[in-house]
């Protein structure tokens, strides 16, 4: 285990008033009890985690947990996108009406985006809310999905429609935890990574466009200043729109293609980042179509996104219906008017819910399959 002398933290704070959290970001960080501790509601303490990580990570957790006097427990489910529904939510609250914990336990997510969205929900609801705290493990998770309190489970008709806003007490990023992650995960991550250049941050683009080897192979100072940059526009956005009224749903640049092809593909074939990379560029190829990026955007679109090792194309049992059918109980919609985010220029997106029929039909039918 790393000393906590030894260790290098960066940190930033998410800044909601009273709700306000901190996001520490170093190599070994979970080893440090002053980077944990002092976010734990009460004694009673439930790990929730799957059976991939648990091998890699719980021991280490349960070390840097112990002598502090607490009780605590754990709950191990099964990898992959398949298993966020409710049931296994119901599992995180069988354990912890079996533990008998009260309102002051604290829930500890151990994992990527799926232990993190599953086991907020359990704390946002288990006896009306109690504490959890994040600590992810894939590079998707450390820069999307465990930063900004968005808690919930998929439902066959649709990916995250049952869930709550509910903001964790921390969020621990121990970039070492990236060196046991699959080649094919970490490009999944950098989607989303891409994704904060091409809404909010053209020199960040600029330097992910320079940077993205050294990010393949994890250097230490790219992948810190990645997950940084990051988080830094992920914790400004979530501070001026909780709840995704306005600008938060900029967050969603080729989500809600990228969610019609999860839910067609069926949850799993395809990873989240690589739906939402192929969405990407299905929105950057869109934005062209309403004149707002040129040619050569598209094709840096493109080409940061195929070094990542991204999809850049549909699915090839993919109509322009099943999109559409699929598009249609997005989330952001509202009042039967589908909502999509576009690119007005690299590095500035924009909400729009004007894009004609035709148009997107157009895009749908003759975009690339794979």
Known sequence: MSSVSSLSVESLSVSLGERSYPIHIGAGVLASR???LPYLAGRQVMIVTNEVIAPHYLAALKQTLAGADLEIREVVLPDGEATKTLASVERIWDALLAAGFNRRCTLIALG???????????AASYQRGVAFIQIPTTLLAQVDSSVGGKTGVNHPRGKNMIGAFWQPRAVIVDTDTLRTLPAR??????????????????????????????????????????????????????????????????????????????????????????????????????????GWLSEADVERVAAILIAADLPVTAPANMQAGDFLSRMRLDKKNLDSRLRLILLEALGRAAIRDDTEAELLHRLLERFPRG
């Open 185 to 290: 995960e970490l490009s999944a991550g950098l989607a989303e990574v891409i994704k904060y250049g091409l809404i909010w941050d053209l020199p960040f683009l600029e330097w992910l466009e320079e940077n993205l080897a050294a990010l393949r192979v994890l250097d230490e100072a790219a992948i810190r200043h990645a997950i940084r940059r990051s988080c830094e526009i992920k914790a400004e956005v979530v501070a001026e729109d909780e709840t995704e009224q306005g600008v938060r749903a900029l967050l969603n640049l080729g989500h809600t293609f990228g969610h019609a092809i999860e839910a067609h593909q069926g949850y799993g074939n395809w990873l989240h980042g690589e739906a939402v990379g192929a969405g990407m560029m299905m929105a950057a190829r869109l934005s062209a179509a309403r």
């Open 34 to 36: 002053e980077h944990l």
């Open 112 to 122: 990527g985006g799926v232990i993190g969205d599953m086991a907020g929900y359990a």
